[in-house]
Structures are given as C-alpha cells and as structure tokens.
C-alpha cells in the first residue's frame, strides 16, 4: 500500500511538473506577442497619416505610372492596417494550462510577427 501511494505521488508530481514547465512557456510566449503588439502599436498612427498621403498624393498626380504605384502601395498600407485590427480583435488569451496554449500562441506569434514585417516594411519605404 504504501509503495502504491509513493508511485502514485510520484506520478502526480511528473505530470504537475510538466503542465508548469507548460504553462511557463506559454506565459513568455504570450509575453513575446505582446512586447511585439507593444513595438508595433504606436506605429498605428504613422500608418494612418501615411494613408492619407497617398491618398491625396493619387489625388494630385493621376498620371497613370505615378497612380498604379501608389495605388499599389496604398493597397499594402490598407492591409496592413486591416490585419493589425484583425488580429487584436480575434487574439484571445488561452488558458495557459490549456493542452493547446502552445500551439495557439506560437500561430499568434507568426500572425503577429507578419504585422510586425508589413507595418515597419511599408514606413521604411515612405513614399
């Protein structure tokens, strides 16, 4: 009887080890994510303005070399923003306990580093 107890306490610490080392790296996960939310965020209102100026830059200039370009260009602004919005209303923060935070968050991670690229990519490129 008092084997059984060892091996079953035994056990029991395993596996509550292993859901901390888990939830763990769930949690610095999370961090990751939103220091990168963080850097990217106050960005926001550059990609507004930069927006508009190239919305009244098409307004000016139509010619149609000059137009096609910053048309182009507007389009990457506009889904930069748009998926910046998409993520922050669909991210939901798992339970970190959960069998499937790891997952959840990594794919959160490459979402959220993807926003990160098109959003610094399109201000170092100002027009």
């Known amino acids: 009887m008092y084997k059984q107890l060892i091996i079953a306490v035994s056990i029991f610490t395993v596996l509550t080890a292993c859901e901390d080392s888990n939830s763990q790296k769930a949690i610095k996960l999370e961090k990751t994510i939103f220091a990168i939310h963080d850097s990217v965020m106050p960005r926001m209102g550059e990609i507004v303005a930069l927006r508009k100026s190239i919305e009244q830059l098409i307004e000016l200039d139509s010619t149609t ?15 930069a923003d748009r998926d910046m919005m998409d993520w922050m209303h669909q991210y939901k923060s798992p339970n970190m306990k959960s069998d499937t935070a790891i997952a959840y968050l990594t794919n959160e991670l490459k979402k959220i580093k993807k926003v990160e690229e098109q959003i610094n990519g399109l201000l170092s490129e100002k027009p």
């Open 65 to 79: 070399r000059s137009a096609d370009s910053l048309n182009i260009t507007l389009k990457s602004v506009i889904k």
